[in-house]
């Protein structure tokens, strides 16, 4: 079956702009998950959903960050006024439910320049 | 705080050769464990998961893993490498009631013909 997937794959903007990356996770999975993959940073988790409400949001960097999900099923991640240390790659999973296996999508690769 | 420690940040092995790994978490209690495999420009896969019962635990690409839980340690190990098995692979932890993962930073495999 299909997996997650995540649009665009590659996202260029200047500082200060905002952007929105989409998430599409595995149909019928209930909980979907962001994290952020960076040169300095590693892999650092953002935020989780369970259905489209949000129990943790304790890794978004700052109130710049925002991510919603509807439907239970699709999710935008929100960046606003972008700053060069947002550049990243944006990794979107989904599992079954919480405390399941999670499975990645592709990822969105934010420059901001 | 918990934390996963990957303390080889690059390897190179010869084709054929055996592999390990080296994963180290710091949790109160014993988490769950998962390494991940990340091909360049790609997701991240799962090679396989720990939650509990048999300590040696087989996952795809003939990769095992073993969790050593005086040791607080989770090696990956495949006894004969393959051109294409050059990749980064993180460790992961989840802790119980987890809602997330927490990464290790990683160990880049090379591959020499």
């Known amino acids: 079956g299909a997996g997650v997937s995540q649009s665009p794959s590659n996202k260029v903007t200047e500082k200060g702009k905002d952007v929105e990356l989409r998430c599409d996770p595995i149909s019928g999975h209930t909980a979907l998950y962001w994290y952020r993959q960076s040169l300095g940073q590693g892999l650092e988790f953002l935020i989780y959903?369970?259905?489209?409400?949000?129990?943790?949001k304790s890794g978004l960097p700052s109130d710049r960050f925002s991510a919603e999900r509807t439907g239970g099923s699709v999710s935008t991640l929100t960046i606003q006024r972008t700053q060069q240390e947002d550049s990243a790659v944006y990794l979107c999973?989904?599992?079954?439910?919480?405390?399941?296996?999670?499975?990645f999508g592709p990822g969105t690769r934010l420059t901001v320049t | 705080a918990q934390s996963v420690t990957q303390p080889d940040i690059h390897i190179t092995v010869s084709e054929g050769a055996s592999l390990e790994l080296r994963c180290n978490y710091s949790y109160g209690a014993t988490p769950y464990l998962f390494w991940y495999v990340q091909s360049p420009g790609q997701g991240l896969q799962l090679l396989l998961k720990?939650?509990?019962?048999?300590?040696l635990v087989q996952g795809i690409k003939g990769f095992e893993a073993e969790f050593k839980r005086s040791q607080s340690s989770f090696n990956l190990r495949k006894p004969s490498v393959h051109w294409s098995d050059a990749a980064e692979y993180f460790c992961?932890?989840?802790?119980?009631?987890?809602?997330?993962?927490?990464f290790g930073a990683g160990t880049r495999l090379a591959v020499h013909p």
């Open positions: 720990y939650f509990s019962g048999d300590t």
């Open positions: 999973a989904s599992s079954l439910q919480g405390m399941d296996e999670q499975y």
């Open positions: 959903f369970q259905g489209n409400s949000a129990p943790d």
């Open positions: 992961a932890v989840g802790p119980y009631g987890y809602n997330k993962l927490i």
